[in-house]
């Protein structure tokens, strides 16, 4: 009998169906196709071509400067890394110069003792996991230490041609007070972000919402009547609704990128 009402559970068990893992379900942006297509349009009438700041030399070079940069100024690290390159442009001739001369360059830039190690930590995985070469997927660059998905975005953005979104502050701040991405962390900013903004404006749409961030929607005093977008913008504390006047800028370079 036991055997039997044993035999009976596992049936009846079996033919419960397996849950599927419940999928996490994002904000919607708050703007419609053809409202998203006009920001961007803007944007780049603004700016064509959006350029980084960052000295690099080579993929690998970049990945160091962007590793480098956090919690620091672009123009300190470049100061820096422009030394530092002509000497160890390969994790091979960086690994050869040694922990404590990779220090004595970058001491200028903050917490430099700690991304020294990380330089050296990641120049090493770099000969041994990837041949030497920086590889060119987001993923796999998020395994190096020191590099968190905002650098591989930018370094797969900039190195390799591929549309990503970086969330910086001004992205991030942007994204939720437009309610263009309502996401409470960056992971969803940027997951929101890429659903909506149109594919042609994706390469070089976080360096437009950068630069907008930091130039005309600032964290503490936004200019909404410098503002090209003021007429689409959804913000509730926006003060202006007439855009300002499209004066394009033909090169423009982006802190932080």
Request: glycine share 6%; charged share 30%; proline share 7%.
């Amino acid at each position: 009998m036991a055997d039997l009402a044993k035999e009976k559970a596992t049936k009846v068990a079996a033919k419960k169906p397996c849950r599927k893992p419940v999928k996490k379900r994002l904000p919607r942006c708050r703007y419609t196709k053809e409202e998203m297509a006009a920001i961007f349009a803007r944007f780049k009438e603004q700016r064509p071509e959006p350029k980084g700041e960052l000295f690099h030399v080579n993929p690998y070079t970049l990945v160091v400067a962007v590793a480098l940069s956090a919690q620091a100024t672009d123009i300190g690290v470049n100061k820096a890394t422009r030394h530092l390159f002509a000497v160890a442009d390969t994790p091979e001739k960086m690994l050869a110069l040694g922990e404590d001369k990779v220090r004595d360059y970058i001491k200028t830039i903050g917490l430099y003792k700690t991304k020294a190690k990380n330089v050296m930590a990641l120049s090493q995985k770099i000969i041994d996991d990837f041949g030497g070469e920086v590889p060119n997927d987001r993923e796999l660059l998020t395994t190096l230490p020191g590099v968190g998905r905002k650098t591989a975005n930018v370094v797969v953005s900039m190195a390799f041609g591929q549309p990503t979104i970086a969330v910086d502050t001004h992205v991030f701040r942007i994204g939720n007070r437009m309610g263009m991405a309502p996401g409470k962390t960056p992971d969803d900013v940027e997951a929101i972000l890429e659903k909506a903004i149109p594919e042609e404006y994706l390469y070089h749409a976080h360096h437009w919402l950068i630069l907008h961030g930091r130039y005309t929607c600032k964290a503490r005093s936004p200019e909404c009547e410098n503002c090209i977008i003021a007429d689409i913008c959804k913000a509730k504390e926006k003060t202006c609704s007439v855009p300002a006047a499209i004066i394009p800028i033909e090169e423009q370079v982006i802190p932080g990128m």
